[in-house]
């Protein structure tokens, strides 16, 4: 059974760092073709793809927001870390890891529960 | 601003077919990347409906199918049912970001 799921902070200050965590389980990271997603999406608005990192730390980054994001694998733990610089209240969102497939065409066929991240003083 | 662009909203009667159009351009799904699409439940995570275009993973129904063509995909279902009402996304590559991209999203109503 292939499972994810986000572990963090719920809320953040403005220009803190933010640091997410994605367990998985199910599946290895060192598999070819196999990646961790992260996606967000705001408060009723639509999904954002921020990035991939794959099993040979070919990390790929959003263009808009590479400057501020980290991500990271620990393959013995199974587990993808998320890092964010200079938090904005633009950033509150739900947080989703998944995983990305290539036997699926790199569409993200397993998906976390989420976890909502506030931005605020 | 999402380079795919998706209508705000659909509806349909019980029953009924709607479809649901991804619009890109040629450095997304008109220059061949697959299109990817995704149903999102209120208040839960987005769940894979269709990969490669036209796909269903185990456990979509089969009222679902994806097409694309030219710098266009679409979603159809086929024979709306009352646990469709969501929202729905389009993804694929654009070469010009270099990365993955999602649709602006599309929430069918089920009147």
């Known amino acids: 059974q292939i499972t994810l799921k986000e572990s963090g902070p719920t809320l953040v200050k403005p220009t803190q760092t933010l640091t997410l965590t994605c367990t998985f389980s199910?599946?290895?990271?060192?598999?070819?073709?196999?990646?961790v997603g992260w996606i967000r999406q705001p408060p009723g608005k639509a999904l954002e793809w921020l990035g991939v990192?794959?099993?040979?730390?070919?990390?790929r980054y959003s263009p808009s927001l590479k400057s501020r994001l980290t991500m990271t694998t620990d393959t013995f733990k199974n587990q993808v870390v998320l890092t964010v610089t200079n938090m904005d209240p633009v950033d509150t969102a739900t947080y989703y890891c998944?995983?990305?497939?290539?036997?699926?065409?790199?569409?993200?066929?397993?998906w976390g529960q989420g976890m909502l991240v506030t931005v605020s003083s | 601003q999402s380079v795919l662009t998706q209508p705000p909203s659909v509806s349909g009667a019980p029953g009924q077919r709607v479809t649901i159009s991804c619009t890109g351009s040629?450095?997304?799904?008109?220059?061949?990347?697959?299109v990817h699409w995704y149903q999102q439940l209120p208040g839960t995570a987005p769940k894979l409906l269709i990969y490669?275009?036209?796909n269903r993973p185990s456990g979509a129904p089969d009222r679902f199918s994806g097409s694309k063509s030219g710098t266009s995909a679409s979603l159809a279902i086929i024979g709306l049912q009352a646990e469709d009402e969501a929202d729905y996304y389009c993804?694929?590559?654009?070469?010009?970001?270099?990365?993955?991209?999602f649709g602006t999203g599309t929430k069918v109503t089920v009147l």
């Open positions: 998944a995983r990305r497939a290539g036997a699926f065409g790199g569409a993200f066929d397993y």
């Open positions: 199910g599946f290895s990271l060192s598999s070819r073709a196999v990646g």
């Open positions: 990192v794959y099993w040979d730390d070919d990390n």
């Open positions: 040629s450095s997304n799904i008109g220059a061949g990347y697959d």
């Open positions: 490669i275009n036209t």
């Open positions: 993804q694929s590559y654009d070469s010009s970001l270099s990365g993955s991209v």
